[in-house]
């Protein structure tokens, strides 16, 4: 066997497979925000050449991996598995975006932590050796995001200091098997392991505060990651959740503070990182599908690829909820997946 | 390594997993169809005392879990990971359903074909050695799919004949890793191996004829199966889609036969077995999460473990598309995953 079950909800693989490459794929306003000159590809008009957002944002997933497997000289039909998701109902973005790959496809649904389901699954079946190349896909935009969330765009409804604005982007990751090809002349950023979260239902209700939402499933996610893996914050140099967002981080703060740890050093949310929260009018933060993906593509693994941080536990969170859940009053639970990442 | 990848999209384990239970919850008319007596549960008003369509679902996917573990005597705690999804958009059905088992999530979506696609993660994880036991559930109701896909109930909006009737039921699936603990003794089922579908878009845009839009994928999948396994339809006692109904068999007979096969002998679709199509009124047949999953779960697995059926191709297909797609004009491409099902 080439892994080893922790705990409860973890797994540590023995063969850790790596991450070749790593593509974004980003709107206007991300292009102008603290991370914009990263990312591969930006695009004036939020539209990618397309006619509908939600072409767009299919557009994107597609550049995304089609830039993914062009910086490590790979060919679509090389790649046995393709795991892929969006925020869309019926994942439509997924669907038509990577069809033209045809690559045998596994749609996700984890809301914003599905970058961190699409690694965790890439990761285990490549250290399974179910296959030499697996790719993971996630996005999201804003404005289909909007229109499927919340209201048309055009009636400018005024939006609470607590929400989120949805990132427009797609974050592409080609993962590869350790093995004869010895993957480390081209990778030194390993997927070492990998926390499955639970869904954890603190009973708010209220999904315009979605950081809120999500922070007692990321507080879940992480303290699970140090007892299985017998670690604290003191053995990663960087705990980076999804789109926690300025309100969700003081609370995971003070929850995680109440199960006897203190992250508050190591901790860094993509939400706040991708947007000037200052110039930008963008609330809590940024979110979606695409926020922890174009982050973690453009800003976190280039640091782990050097070396700067060698160990990182990333941990996307998800609200899962839809327009109908919301509207029969059921409460707001969230989600959220770890992905130990390591230096090598 | 406990597995052997075939061909370009197969996988076939070594150490086989097992599906050591099942379990079936389904609606009225469902109980009122030819496998009616099969389902293990099953109620007289389609809420499952719930009030609302919605939550009528996630109580079936909860009750299909609880009832699955129980047959096997198997704690939810004890259940590593857990494959679930459903037809709704961000997959509430399943994150409401089966939050109360506090089982770590993996939430999927593949359309019809998600039962196909949960079971080949289960299958894949046991077999990887992720985990003892694996849980794959999936479900669709007739009042959430026609308010998520169609029109208000109460327009008694007329249906062409060839549109699905979305059956009213969830199926749950314990799958146990082959060890040390012998499930040969609890168990004569298993999953030998899995053909994972791409997305195959001939161009149709009609959603209400689902059969004729995932027909293509159903062949592409069976003949992949074919190529990658090294058989032919002579190698399989049933091979089995999941919703394709009497327009999309009939296609899929003509595609199959293009490529060289003829499968009419030995196929079954849970679409046209589910429901009696002279008296109850449900033109194509069948269709949704639950379909191929409850009649997989009450009628095909017990063939299975009698010996009855040696070895089953179980194909269930999924049409990818949403309102917002369909009235974007976008085609409704299908996906399809094949599950090796062989008695032992």
């Known amino acids: 066997m080439n ?14 497979p790596y991450i070749v490459s790593a593509a974004s794929v980003a709107g206007s306003k991300e292009a102008e925000g603290p991370l914009g000159k990263l990312f591969d590809m930006t695009n004036e008009d939020d539209l990618f050449g397309a006619q509908t957002w939600e072409e767009a944002e299919s557009t994107m997933q597609k550049e995304a991996c ?38 045998p496809l596994f749609g996700l649904y984890g809301a ?39 209201f048309p765009l055009g009636y400018a409804s005024q939006r609470p200091l607590s929400a989120h604005w949805t990132v427009t982007g797609s974050g592409a990751f080609l993962v590869q098997a350790a ?27 209220d999904s315009q505060n979605m950081g809120a939402c999500m922070a007692p499933a990321a507080m879940d996610t992480i303290v699970q990651n140090f007892a299985d893996m017998g670690r604290s914050e003191m053995d990663y140099d960087r705990i980076i959740t999804g789109d926690l967002g300025y309100v969700g981080q ?13 992250i508050r050093e190591k901790h860094l949310d993509c939400g706040m990182a991708i947007f000037d929260q200052q110039t930008q009018d963008t609330h809590a933060g940024g979110s979606g599908c695409g926020c922890a993906a174009v982050t973690l593509a453009s800003f976190v693994l280039p640091k782990i690829e050097k070396g700067e941080w060698k160990r990182v536990l990333f941990v996307p969170t998800g609200a899962l909820m839809s327009t109908v859940s919301y509207n029969e009053g059921a409460s707001v639970p969230g989600i959220a997946h770890g992905i130990v990442l390591e230096h090598c």
């Open 3 to 16: 892994q080893i079950v922790k705990g409860s909800q973890s797994l540590e693989f023995q063969n850790a």
């Open 66 to 103: 089609v830039l993914a497997l062009g910086k490590a000289h790979v060919e679509a039909e090389d790649v046995r598995y393709l795991f892929g998701g969006d925020l869309l109902r019926q994942g439509i973005a997924t669907s038509m975006g990577v069809e033209a790959l045809q690559i």
């Open 112 to 150: 914003c932590s599905t970058s961190g389901e699409a690694l965790a699954l890439a990761g285990m079946s490549a250290a399974a050796g179910y296959g030499e190349y697996m790719l993971a896909v996630t996005s999201s935009h804003f404005g289909s995001a909007e229109k499927e969330f919340r």
């Open 179 to 205: 093995g004869e090809s010895d993957p480390e002349k081209k990778s030194h950023v390993r997927i070492a392991g990998v926390t499955i979260g639970k869904i954890v239902d603190y009973g708010l209700k």
């Open 250 to 262: 003081s609370i995971l703060f003070d929850l995680v503070r109440g199960k006897g740890y203190d």
